[in-house]
């Protein structure tokens, strides 16, 4: 498994980390085949404290996927946050994942983005298995 | 009686990528039972253990939360749409 990002995509979930910082961020990837041209910043709407969860609501949902849809794309998966913890998904992150999507995980030490991972939940739902992240520079 | 429900993109390699499926019974339950009869594979990341549905999986009748409804118990007629919506959420613990 490889999750492959386009040229300033990492940059892009980078930058939210660093901006939402000390809270969590996150948001929407959108591409094909496990190549994401491009991502949808998504507002954290959790009620159970930004600097330790995410919620992304259904109708934030329904607009990422028809976004996508739109310009002939897939959802890919969606992305968030670690603020001063690694980039290393949760039981939280295991217990409300979905099949096939990819989540994407970057961690924001001292404001600062460190580590990038990708994980995909098995199809079982026992654990996240953690594919190949791929870079593109350009 | 024929209801389409809605499927998001991380279920559909359950419906044979199947953007909408065909169902048919009476309320919100039967035709959530009769989607999971004809694609089995849906079944655990629809319902909990308890064969609860899951609380991040949100069900939309012709957009209106069944939470707001009478949940599965909801009564459909003909020509009701349903959708299935995804919570995404997360975080560190």
Redesign the interface.
């Known amino acids: 498994m490889k999750l492959s990002l386009q040229a300033g995509v990492g940059a892009a979930i980078r930058n939210h980390g660093v901006e939402a910082y000390p809270d969590e961020c996150c948001g929407a990837m959108i591409g094909r085949d496990g190549i994401v041209t491009r991502t949808y910043a998504l507002p954290n709407a959790t009620e159970e404290g930004p600097r330790r969860r995410f919620r992304i609501r259904p109708q934030d949902y329904r607009e990422a996927e028809r976004q996508a849809t739109e310009s002939g794309a897939d959802l890919v998966g969606f992305y968030h946050s670690h603020p001063d913890h690694p980039a290393r998904p949760s039981q939280y992150d295991l217990d409300h994942a979905w099949p096939v999507f990819s989540y994407v995980i970057v961690s924001v030490r001292e404001g600062v983005a460190e580590d990038m991972t990708s994980w995909r939940l098995r199809e079982d739902r026992s654990v996240f298995d953690e594919e190949n992240l791929e870079e593109h520079v350009n | 009686m024929a209801n389409t429900i809605h499927i ?7 419906t044979d990528k199947q953007e909408s499926v065909e169902v048919s019974g009476n309320t919100v339950g039967e035709l959530l039972a009769d989607l999971t009869k004809r694609h089995e594979g849906l079944k ?2 629809l319902y909990a253990e308890d064969g609860r549905l899951r609380n ?1 999986v ?1 069900v ?1 009748l012709n957009d209106e ?1 069944i939470r707001y409804l009478q949940r599965e118990q909801t009564p459909v007629k003909a020509g009701d749409s349903l ?1 299935i ?9």
């Open positions: 998001p993109t991380p279920l559909r390699p359950f655990r990341h991040f949100n939309y939360d959708s919506v995804p919570s995404v959420a997360g975080g560190l613990r």
